[in-house]
């Protein structure tokens, strides 16, 4: 399985401001994946990223609040934009594509909005 | 849409027992596939196991071993000889590749505790 690193681990941001999350893949992939863990939540997807496209989003998810960047198939950003205390979650990215469709995840981003 | 539902919020077992973890879904298609990630206090998910739904044969992986019923749309996974590591949240998982996209749908997780 790959290697997937995120950054930063964890962050606390005043509302109205943005973070952007890094994902970086130690191989390159297929597909990458942004999914987001409110709170004693389960995981929902936020979107799909392609590389060389604009991403794919879910239903809920805007790119105006979640733009993705994909430059290349070992990287890709997540800007949470113009925070809110709602959006306190954990940020995971994870990569997949393979034949198998397994898909593997990173450590993940703690964000806390104030 | 395809929805995936965990009846178990908190389980708890003694180490070295054996435990089942349950899990339906709901879906229309008939190629899918369905996982059981781990997601221990690290908060890292760290896939279990993965079973193929075109697959009579139940997939296993040492300790873990599921239970694979596709008539009933049932997933249970079964930890023997449960380890103190074993203590996570398990999320059980559907995907279907049709059309390219390989979204994991999860289900809301069972917060599994071993004691010694």
């Known amino acids: 399985s790959a290697v997937i690193s995120q950054k930063p681990s964890r962050d606390i941001c005043q509302r109205g401001t943005s973070l952007t999350i890094q994902c970086q893949v130690d191989?390159?992939?297929?597909?990458m994946f942004w999914y987001r863990q409110q709170p004693g939540q389960s995981l929902t997807l936020i979107a799909t990223a392609n590389q060389g496209s604009e991403a794919t989003y879910e239903s809920g998810f805007v790119i105006d609040k979640f733009p993705i960047s994909r430059p290349n198939l070992t990287f890709s950003t997540l800007t949470v934009s113009n925070m809110s205390p709602e959006d306190s979650s954990i940020y995971l990215c994870?990569?997949?594509?393979?034949?198998?469709?397994?898909?593997?995840f990173g450590p993940g981003t703690r964000l806390t909005v104030t | 849409a395809q929805t995936v539902t965990q009846s178990q919020p908190e389980m708890s077992v003694q180490e070295a027992e054996t435990v089942t973890l349950s899990c339906t879904y709901d879906?229309?298609?008939?190629?899918?596939?369905l996982f059981w990630y781990k997601q221990p206090p690290s908060r890292q998910m760290i896939l279990v196991i993965r079973?193929?739904?075109?697959?009579?044969q139940n997939a296993t992986e040492n300790r873990f071993s599921v239970n694979f019923q596709k008539a009933a749309k049932s997933f249970s996974l079964k930890i023997s000889d449960s380890q103190l590591g074993d203590t996570a949240m398990y999320f059980c998982a559907f995907m279907s590749p049709f059309q390219g996209a390989q979204k994991l749908v999860f289900g809301q997780g069972t917060r599994l505790t071993i004691n010694p």
């Open positions: 191989s390159q992939v297929t597909m």
């Open positions: 879906t229309s298609e008939n190629n899918y596939y």
């Open positions: 079973q193929e739904a075109y697959k009579q």
């Open positions: 994870s990569v997949g594509g393979g034949g198998n469709y397994e898909q593997y």
